[in-house]
């Protein structure tokens, strides 16, 4: 099957700086998702991008869909305590005919922790 | 409107016991996910829901998994016996229809320990 690698693997910033991550593929993908994963919760979409070269923001979030549609960037600026947190990148299977069915593939995550 | 519901939040069970999961989706979704995430990865998919047939439960281990959704709404998911390796936190997750990836909700999860 596909799969997404993530990386870095943990990040520790302090409060303000910028982030960023990245995920690669060694398939193509046809939308990119950016989940956020708050402890003994469920993953939550922060970023959805559907074509390749999108740049997409969503307050202090922005991610771009990469050009080859085998990697996407997040990049978070300012960074506050309430940014702590998994964050995973996922991406649709797609059938014979290039059709999503809903199955998502995720990347193993970062791990983002900011000290104030 | 009401998330996804899921129940219990947390289990330990010794193994080869069983062990079972509840989920009930967001009024109207009519394709229910079963993920499985292990500590220090990604959710992996178990099986996939439309109403109440199996889209795909290709990664489903089906001599000790199971799962049902048989009125199209609420689903459960059983592992009998249990191993070890089965301590992950099972989420569930809904959406409106199939194609329909940015319009996924997850529930909180149920933390499963196997000791």
């Known amino acids: 099957g596909q799969q997404l690698n993530q990386s870095p693997q943990s990040m520790f910033i302090q409060e303000g700086e910028d982030v960023s991550m990245n995920c690669t593929s060694s398939?193509?993908?046809?939308?990119w998702l950016w989940y956020k994963q708050d402890p003994g919760e469920g993953p939550v979409l922060l970023i959805a991008l559907y074509k390749a070269g999108e740049l997409t923001s969503n307050g202090r979030l922005t991610a771009q869909f990469g050009i080859t549609r085998k990697d996407s960037f997040l990049n978070i600026s300012a960074s506050i305590p309430s940014d702590v947190g998994i964050y995973f990148c996922?991406?649709?299977?797609?059938?014979?005919?290039?059709?999503?069915?809903?199955?998502?593939?995720f990347g193993q995550g970062t791990i983002l922790t900011v000290h104030p | 409107e009401a998330g996804v519901a899921q129940s219990p939040r947390y289990k330990i069970i010794e193994k080869r016991q069983s062990v079972a999961f509840w989920c009930n989706p967001i009024s109207g979704h009519a394709t229910l996910y079963w993920y499985q995430q292990i500590l220090g990865q990604g959710p992996k998919l178990l099986i996939q829901f439309q109403n109440n047939g199996v889209v795909d439960d290709s990664q489903l281990p089906k001599d000790r998994f199971s799962a049902e959704r048989l009125k199209g709404v609420d689903s459960t998911l059983k592992i009998q016996p249990a191993k070890l390796e089965d301590s992950a936190v099972y989420l569930c997750a809904s959406s409106l229809g199939t194609g329909l990836v940015n319009g996924y909700t997850f529930g909180s999860g149920t933390r499963l320990t196997v000791v």
């Open positions: 996922a991406g649709p299977e797609v059938n014979a005919g290039g059709t999503s069915y809903g199955k998502l593939t």
């Open positions: 398939s193509i993908f046809n939308t």
